[in-house]
Structure formats: structure tokens, C-alpha cells
């Protein structure tokens, strides 16, 4: 097997990537790119002979000069708010003038067709999607649904004052970092994931109710779902601090809940991970100790 290289491997997705693939591939065929080389998250990797490279998804040079000698390359999508467009572009030229073979790219579940926009994601994904495939490169496109880890960022503090969005019946299959992870590493040490696209889905999917159901089950306590108007989403939560752009952010990707577009369980990544995912209901019994809050 030639040499792997990971972007985003400070992140939160590119870190258990990292981790779990040191775990299938000797760490001399491992190799990183990352802004800040003597980043404290990068420390152990090192010691583990992780080869590191400087690098920015900006910089077209640095991506190059990085990719000299790889095999695969996994790109972790860069964060929303930058201009994601001329970073993805750029990773995917510099791995093709490089002469790496294969790009796997995380991207975001949407259903077939869909019109529904999710600022400052879905568009600059779609892009990123057919540069790589008109790349000439061979490609693996994740779409990876909403994170579990971040579910809780639409509602905040259901604790204490319930599950409040707007209405909406859809239903995510939202999936932890964990498993897509899992799925990654899957992708860069098998054969015969070139030229396909899998939609990483949760093997259940829930809508807001649902969570509210859940979480009032493994809380003991009563938190009611309460579908309130998109203005009132706002106001809530820039009363609670978070900067406007934000909450608008947020509400793209309710919107696209409430309507289903990440409602699919297309059976991708427990077939990739070989074991069923875990479930919200799993996720939330784990992450939130809700017995131990004090009334
Ligand atoms: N599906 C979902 O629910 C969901 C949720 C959140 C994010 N996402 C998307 O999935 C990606 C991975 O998620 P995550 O939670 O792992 O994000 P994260 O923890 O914020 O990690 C982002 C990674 O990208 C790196 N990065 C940022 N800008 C870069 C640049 N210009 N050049 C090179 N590297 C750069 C960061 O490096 P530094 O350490 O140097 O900052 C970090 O390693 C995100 O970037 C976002 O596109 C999806």
C-alpha cells in the first residue's frame, strides 16, 4: 500500500481518522497535513513517526510539495465561513499535478435532486464533488450526515427549556464521529471503493420530536418539543449570545431537517464499518448523564 495522507488532522474527524488508521497501517505510510506542525493535538502522532507537513488548503505550493509520494489522499471539507471553493480546488490540482491516485473527499448527505440550500455548505460541496470528478483523479465522495456530536447545537439546552425549532417533521440520520471515522479508514485501506459515492447515514433516523422523546426517557424528566416560528428560533438564540450569521447557519441545517433531506438510511456505513451505527438514542444515553443533573 502507498503513502496516506490526511488533511483536518487536528480536527475533530480527521483526528479519529488519524487514530483509528494508525491502528491499520504502520505509521511510516501515515503521513499529515496540518497549519501548525507544533500544534500540542499533533504531539503524539509524531512520537508515533507520523510524517507532518505544513500545509494550507490556500497555499497551492505547500499542498504540492506535501503530496509528493502520496497514494490517497483524505480531504476533510474546510470549515464553513472561508471560501471553501479555492481550498478544495486547490487540494484537488495539487494532488493531481502531484500524481496522487485516488481523493477521498467528506462531503454532505443531500437527497437526489434536492434544491434545498444549507449556506455556506451544500453549494460549495456540489462544486468540490464535480471538480474532483472531473479531476480525472479516482474519487471516493463521503457524504457524511449532520455529526450526533453537534445535534445538540439546534436546540441548545434542552434541559431546561425543551426541544424549540421550527415546525418540522423530517427526520436525520444523523451519524457519530466515531463511525465516520471508522468509515474513512475503511475507504483508505480497502480496494474498490474508487469512483463511488456513499451516503453515510445513521442506520435510524429521529426528527426533533423524537429527541425530545429520548431525551425526557433517559433524563426522567419532562422536555417537551415545542415547534416555534423561525423568528423566534433567532431571537432565542441570539438572546443567548450566539452571534446572528450563526443562528442563521443553524437554521439552514434545521430547515434541511425538518424536510428530510438527511433522512435517508442507505445502509453505506454500517456495510463500510461492518457493524450497525450507533443510534441517537445510543448517543444521547452516553454523551448527556442527565440523571446526574441537579433539579
Ligand atoms: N456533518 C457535520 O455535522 C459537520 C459538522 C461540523 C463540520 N463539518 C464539516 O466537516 C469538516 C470536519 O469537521 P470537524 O468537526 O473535524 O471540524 P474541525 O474540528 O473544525 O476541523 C477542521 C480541520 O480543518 C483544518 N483547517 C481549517 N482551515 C484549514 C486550511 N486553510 N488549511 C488546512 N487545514 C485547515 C483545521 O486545522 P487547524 O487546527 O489549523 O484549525 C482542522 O484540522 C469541517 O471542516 C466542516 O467542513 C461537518
Keep these: 500500500m502507498g503513502k496516506i495522507l490526511i488533511t483536518g488532522a487536528t480536527g475533530n474527524l480527521g483526528s479519529r481518522t488519524l487514530e483509528l488508521l494508525l491502528k491499520k497501517v504502520p505509521s ?14 499533533m504531539a503524539r502522532f509524531v512520537k508515533e513517526g507520523v510524517e ?15 503530496f509528493n509520494g502520496v497514494e490517497k489522499v483524505m480531504l476533510i471539507s474546510a470549515p464553513a465561513f472561508t471560501d471553501r471553493n479555492t481550498q478544495h480546488f486547490n487540494v484537488i490540482a495539487a494532488a493531481k499535478q502531484a500524481g496522487v491516485k485516488q481523493v477521498i473527499f467528506t462531503s454532505i448527505l443531500r437527497r437526489e435532486n434536492s434544491n434545498l ?57 444523523a451519524a457519530s464521529l466515531n463511525d465516520l471515522a471508522t468509515a474513512n479508514v475503511a475507504v483508505l485501506t480497502q480496494n474498490g471503493h474508487e469512483n463511488k459515492t456513499y451516503h453515510l447515514s445513521g442506520s435510524e433516523g429521529c426528527s426533533f420530536a423524537d429527541i425530545a422523546e429520548a431525551l425526557s426517557e433517559i433524563s426522567e424528566k419532562d422536555i417537551p418539543y415545542e415547534a416555534i416560528g423561525e423568528k423566534e428560533y433567532i431571537d432565542t438564540m441570539v438572546a443567548n449570545g450566539l452571534p446572528v450569521f450563526m443562528t442563521s447557519f443553524l437554521l439552514g441545517w434545521v430547515r434541511g431537517i425538518n424536510t428530510g433531506e438527511f433522512s435517508e438510511t442507505s445502509g453505506d456505513l454500517e456495510r463500510l464499518i461492518g457493524r450497525k451505527p450507533m443510534t441517537y438514542k445510543e448517543f444521547f444515553k452516553t454523551k448527556y448523564p442527565f440523571s446526574k443533573v441537579e433539579d
Design 28 to 41: 511510516n505510510q501515515v503521513a499529515v497535513l496540518v497549519r501548525d506542525p507544533e500544534s500540542e493535538k
Design 52 to 66: 507532518v507537513h505544513q500545509g494550507d488548503y490556500f497555499d497551492y505550493n505547500s499542498l504540492f510539495r506535501a
Design 117 to 173: 440550500i444549507v449556506p455556506e455548505v451544500s453549494i460549495s460541496n456540489v462544486f468540490a464533488e464535480q471538480t474532483l470528478k472531473a479531476s480525472g483523479l479516482a474519487y471516493t465522495i463521503l457524504r457524511n450526515p449532520p455529526y450526533l456530536e453537534v445535534m445538540h447545537s439546534y436546540f441548545g439546552d434542552a434541559l431546561k427549556v425543551g426541544v424549540r425549532v421550527p415546525e418540522g417533521s423530517g427526520k436525520v440520520a
